[in-house]
């Protein structure tokens, strides 16, 4: 028998039955009924012309992600210099992952809001999952949703046309493989699901988040070195499925930047997530690069949960990490994790390491946070399992429900400011992409782009051979573990 101290990694709760099976099912349906009736809201059911902030460059790749399929060519130069190259596909924050084959049959808007209601579903499946393995109560599992879903971080860097902020919603199933990596008694290939879900990060043209889940990863790891070994190999495996992402960027894209800001104080901090502010004309001059602080618009430091949500989810956490740590032994390294993404976005911390080879990606250090709240609300919400009476439980599920319904209206009122199709009705394009007003998209033929060809090809050749193997390797060792 395994002692408190040597877990082994949980299997899912037996089904509850009867009425509370139906009203669990009724809570899976509420949370992706309403959740995909928001977004497609959020963007007028598909209506919006993407004309807002960041939008106009991202309808732009999508544009030449369109010609491509519909023609049936690779994208490999297009008319517009992004991050200062024309080599379209060294840019990382492009979308390629297979939904791009919907595009010649659907508009920009249509394909923004279906891309997210796509990444919200897949989300609230993990919010289930994490669910079923720990016995979570369904008043705990919206409130996972709610607070992970339609956070101000969430909606407003989506508002500001930060499309692969959508991978947002893939924190529980990240959260979940990096708890297999930090269990006391790992399974062999227990990195496998982090080497996916990281490696889909990249897919979603999300590395700024893949970057994040790194670092959140080193962090966990320095408080459990035990666990390095199986950290190192997950890492390792998404760097080969996303080499063709990964490889083609750091050769081409030499895009001069400096670091900008973290959070400049405590009370800004604060104002972040208990503040309502939507969006404020910041003073954009294009001669004046780089771009410092006072041209940040509020979505890179708006993170709204509300008071009573942030106090729930610090509370929690921390009663988690006094009282149930023995059988929770993932929660003092998630906690060192979110502690150190705190640390890194505030002030000028992460400007000590932006000089260092790979980490010029990240100007804005405020988004870092975002991982610190999502940790400390999977770590409090794991630690309300070890209410298991009767009494306790309805106590967990009166605390629950009453906490969900204020951080529902909550998160209601922190979105409205933010409503894109509200946004676009009442200004203008955007004065950070002029040119792309007028512009045409389209894809060119350009001579001499032979070591440009040979280096997307190759990195593609050695991700596509990663993926086929790491796919092989992790179904065979399923097979065998059901079959003996």
């Not at 890179?300 to 149930?324: K, P, R, S």
């Not at 505030?346 to 260092?356: S, T, V």
Request: charged fraction near 15%; charge should be positive; include cysteine.
């Amino acid at each position: 028998m395994p002692s408190s101290r040597s877990l082994p990694l949980p299997t899912v709760q037996a089904a509850p039955r009867g009425a509370s099976r139906w009203l669990d099912v009724a809570a899976l349906w509420l949370a992706l009924g309403l959740g995909v009736w928001f977004w497609l809201a959020f963007f007028d059911y598909g209506g919006v012309r993407l004309r807002f902030e960041d939008w106009p460059h991202v309808a732009y790749y999508l544009d030449i992600l369109r010609l491509a399929v519909a023609h049936g060519q690779m994208p490999w130069i297009g008319n517009w210099d992004a991050h200062g190259v024309d080599k379209f596909l060294t840019v990382p924050e492009t979308l390629l992952a297979p939904q791009i084959g919907l595009l010649p049959w659907l508009s920009n808007g249509a394909f923004a809001a279906l891309d997210v209601c796509l990444l919200y579903v897949i989300g609230v499946a993990g919010w289930w999952r994490a669910k079923r393995v720990f016995g979570w109560t369904r008043e705990a599992f919206l409130l996972a949703v709610v607070a992970a879903s339609f956070n101000g971080f969430v909606v407003s860097h989506l508002a500001a046309g930060h499309l692969m902020w959508d991978a947002c919603f893939l924190a529980p199933w990240l959260l979940l493989s990096l708890r297999a990596i930090l269990a006391d008694d790992p399974q062999p290939r227990c990195w496998l699901p982090l080497a996916f879900w990281l490696f889909a990060l990249f897919l979603l043209g999300a590395f700024h988040l893949a970057f994040w889940w790194v670092f959140f990863t080193g962090f966990a790891v320095l408080a459990r070195p035990r666990a390095l070994k199986p950290a190192l190999c997950g890492l390792a495996a998404a760097g080969a499925m996303a080499a063709f992402r990964i490889v083609p960027a750091l050769l081409f894209i030499h895009e001069q930047s400096v670091f900008i800001t973290g959070y400049p104080d405590g009370a800004t901090l604060w104002k972040a997530f208990t503040h309502i502010q939507g969006y404020v004309d910041v003073v954009y001059d294009p001669t004046r690069l780089p771009i410092t602080a006072d041209m940040l618009g509020w979505w890179e430091f708006d993170h709204y949960t509300g008071a009573v949500l942030l106090f729930f989810v610090v509370v929690t956490a921390g009663a988690a990490l006094l009282w149930n740590r023995k059988c929770q032994p993932e929660a003092v390294p998630l906690a060192a994790a979110c502690l150190g993404m705190l640390v890194l976005s505030y002030g000028h911390c992460y400007a000590l390491l932006y000089p260092l080879p790979g980490f010029h990606s990240e100007r804005v250090a405020t988004r870092f946070v975002s991982l610190t709240f999502l940790g400390l609300l999977f770590v409090g919400l794991r630690g309300l399992e070890r209410f298991s009476t009767p009494r306790a439980r309805l106590a967990v599920r009166v605390l629950c429900s009453c906490v969900l319904v204020v951080a529902a209206w909550d998160a209601w009122a922190g979105a409205q400011p933010w409503i894109l199709a509200k946004l676009e009705a009442t200004h203008s394009f955007s004065a950070y992409f002029p040119e792309l007003e007028t512009l045409q998209p389209a894809l060119v033929e350009k001579a001499h782009q032979a070591r440009y060809h040979a280096v997307v090809l190759g990195s593609g050749a050695f991700s596509l051979a990663s993926l086929l193997v790491l796919t092989a390797w992790g179904t065979s060792s399923r097979l065998r573990r059901r079959l003996g």
